[in-house]
């Protein structure tokens, strides 16, 4: 199925606003409602130029919703197709699923929040998405966004995960999303549910919140400030540019088997320190930078995708080599500094208050 109008949660975040921006750039005719909270995560600055470009008045093909996902009476009514715009709207027939706190670390120091967005703000979807294809049936498709991290860690000479690796997730946030998905995979056995979970490895690209470890990278050592390594810099990460990403999704959104599950890598594993190196390379910056802090609980040492399923069923493969992607992805920052300051100093919270008091 292709679909007409999407219902995106979680869309102001990293790989949400790249989604989005991707599908509205890439299909003329879909609609996109976007619904998000607007947490320290969610920045409506990384969606300005969609909102120019696909949000007008008139024709419009992009609406943002602020908006708990744990309400369900907003997501019933979003589900339902009713973004409190236009009523021409054709009627919601995929959702794609971000919303979700997401930051290991985060999750260490709180985890009861990770389980309320990840788990209860799942469940609060199905239940909508359910309650309203059994008064409106119609050919429908959920996709549940996960991660690589619900599988554990892998040794240094283990196979990469398939779809088939047991579960066992080793932090509150990997296990949170291991919670949502069991949730998917019980709601399409015992409800006949039309979901479909998707496991990704690392993303990287433009827009990525600078706590995570390449933009992190990128901004301090621009700033010339130490770049902190945990423990000795050996974990393995296997990284995938987020365009990629977004075609993986839209290329399983509309051919993926419904009660499938496809990882989604980028066949691209590097330790962390040499990620770092690399980066302080490309910026022409010194290694003296680098500083090792105390690794943190239960560090996953290793993760790699096996990427056989998605690649022979639906044709996907990513485009994007990590040097070439690498490359534009540092550019994309020393670009476009102005963005990444007012998330570091969180003026962007402030322009996003500014914005909800205007259209209240």
Not at 119 to 143: H, M, N, Q, S, W
Not at 256 to 274: A, F, L, P, Q
Request: glycine share 8%; proline share 5%.
């Amino acid at each position: 199925m292709k679909p007409n109008h999407l219902f995106v949660t979680g869309g102001g975040g990293f790989i949400g606003s790249n989604f989005i921006r991707w599908v509205l750039c890439n299909d003329q005719k879909v609609v996109v409602t976007n619904l998000d909270a607007l947490t320290y995560a969610g920045n409506l600055e990384s969606l300005v130029d969609v909102d120019e470009r696909f949000g007008s008045e008139g024709d419009a093909r992009y609406r943002f919703v602020h908006g708990d996902i744990c309400d369900p009476a907003i997501a019933r009514r979003l589900v339902s197709g009713k973004s409190g715009g236009s009523d021409t709207l054709p009627p919601v027939d995929g959702v794609v699923h971000f919303a979700a706190e997401s930051h290991v670390d985060r999750s260490i120091l709180g985890p009861a929040l990770f389980v309320e967005t990840n788990v209860k703000g799942t469940l609060t979807l199905l239940e909508a998405c359910r309650e309203e294809l059994a008064e409106r049936p119609r050919d429908f498709r959920f996709i549940h966004v996960s991660t690589d991290e619900v599988y554990g860690s892998l040794g240094p000479d283990d196979a990469a995960f398939t779809e088939l690796t047991p579960l066992a997730p080793n932090s509150p946030y990997s296990a949170s999303k291991a919670g949502s998905d069991m949730l998917v995979r019980a709601y399409t056995e015992t409800f006949e549910f039309p979901g479909i979970i998707t496991r990704c490895s690392n993303n990287y690209g433009p827009y990525q919140f600078p706590e995570k470890l390449i933009p992190l990278m990128i901004t301090r050592a621009l700033q010339n400030h130490a770049l902190p390594v945990y423990g000795d810099g050996l974990n393995v990460r296997d990284w995938l540019h987020v365009e990629d990403h977004a075609y993986a999704l839209w290329t399983i959104l509309c051919k993926g088997r419904e009660g499938e599950v496809y990882n989604i890598g980028g066949e691209s594993e590097v330790k962390n320190i040499d990620m770092v190196k690399r980066i302080l390379e490309t910026l022409r910056k010194p290694e003296s930078l680098i500083k090792f802090v105390t690794d943190r609980p239960g560090h996953d040492r290793r993760y790699a995708m096996n990427i056989s399923k998605i690649r022979n069923e639906l044709g996907w493969t990513p485009s994007h080599t990590l040097d070439a992607g690498l490359a534009a992805t540092v550019e994309w920052y020393l670009e476009n500094q102005t963005w990444w300051e007012r998330v570091i100093s969180e003026a962007y919270r402030a322009a996003s208050e500014m914005y909800l008091a205007s259209t209240s």
